[in-house]
């Protein structure tokens, strides 16, 4: 119940929702498995049927993948999210005491975990969009959606933190760009492991 009610308040009024979600006061292991291990379940799943069932362009041909070959790659996308949100969470929990966060350590590991399920989650629900991969079509959505990701991340920190908007601009800056340098390192990696061969398969 949780879930559906903070996952549609955080697009109808976040600054309501955050003020929510700040009240919760859960533990970061309930917040974060509450949410994460079912939202990342949607980029697995739609990818895997849209890899195998409709195809995607590649090299001006329509293009699948095996269903063995995208089972795997299902398995690691829905991993690489489950510990990516964590590790983000890790982060912005590591940074609360230098940007003067106040609070307990419980209560600032509960507020860096739940930042990090509640920005990334527009974006979770946005990979919905890769049941049909065309990729212009998932870029526009997924880049409209990171983009709202961001304005939760500057909306949400100065009333999750209990911060004032100074100290908790920069704050998100920071978190932002940690972020950014996660993805280019998984996409770094990727190409690491294609080019040791262990990428997709093709269906002929």
Not at 33 to 43: E, G, N, Q, T, Y
Not at 108 to 119: K, M, Q, S
Not at 133 to 158: C, N, Q
Request: proline share 4%; hydrophobic share 55%; aromatic share 12%.
């Amino acid at each position: 119940m949780r879930l559906l009610s903070h996952t549609i308040g955080i697009f109808t009024h976040p600054d309501r929702e955050w003020k929510a979600i700040r009240a919760d006061r859960h533990s970061f292991v309930q917040v974060f498995l509450s949410h994460v291990p079912i939202l990342a379940l949607i980029p697995a799943i739609a990818g895997y049927i849209g890899v195998t069932r409709f195809g995607f362009e590649l090299g001006g041909h329509l293009t699948k993948l095996t269903p063995a070959s995208a089972g795997v790659l299902a398995v690691v996308t829905y991993f690489a999210m489950l510990i990516g949100v964590y590790l983000l969470g890790e982060f912005i929990n590591w940074m609360a005491r230098s940007y003067g966060v106040e609070g307990d350590e419980p209560t600032r590991h509960y507020e860096g975990t739940a930042l990090a399920v509640f920005v990334t989650t527009p974006i979770f629900l946005a990979s919905i969009v890769v049941l049909y991969p065309h990729l212009w079509l998932t870029v526009a959505v997924i880049g409209l959606a990171g983009t709202y990701s961001i304005y939760l991340m500057f909306e949400g920190i100065p009333i999750l933190m209990n911060m004032n908007k100074e100290r908790a601009f920069l704050y998100a800056c920071a978190v932002v760009t940690v972020a950014l340098i996660m993805m280019v390192t998984v996409l770094i990696g990727s190409v690491i492991l294609w080019s040791m061969g262990i990428g997709p398969v093709y269906q002929h």
